[in-house]
């Protein structure tokens, strides 16, 4: 039986760690959790954040995620976007999902973010 979901895994280019460390532990706040030794030779990075955890791997013919995304609750979500503006990082809010308030964003290798707030807390 399903329990939970453990992670989101991301693709990214080959060389783009120090972007990706940047934006997801500089600009969104994560903390990047090392990756096993084993692992760790593939390149890529991982973050967390709360119950969230996002894997960045690297993969040679890299194209980004366009429509494919994780939706990552956030609180306080008009701060949130603010200072992704604030740091140059384009944000595209959408109104179609009722009870929510939410916006569409990219990484800096151009994968596909949502980010979202209830209008109530569950």
């Not at 060389?15 to 096993?36: C, F, Q, V």
């Not at 949130?80 to 944000?91: D, E, K, S, T, Y």
């Amino acid at each position: 039986m399903i329990d939970s979901l453990d992670h989101v895994q991301l693709a990214a280019p080959p060389g783009s760690e120090d972007a990706l460390r940047a934006y997801y532990g500089g600009t969104l706040g994560m903390t990047e959790i090392p990756k096993p030794a084993a692992l760790a030779a593939r390149g890529g990075c991982w973050f967390a954040a709360g119950s969230v955890v996002l894997h960045l791997g690297i993969e040679e013919t890299f194209r980004p995620a366009r429509k494919a995304h994780p939706g990552i609750r956030v609180r306080g979500i008009t701060a949130f976007a603010a200072r992704l503006v604030r740091a140059g990082i384009p944000v595209t809010w959408d109104d179609d999902l009722p009870g929510h308030r939410r916006f569409y964003s990219e990484d800096p290798v151009g994968n596909r973010l949502e980010f979202l707030e209830p209008d109530r807390p569950r």
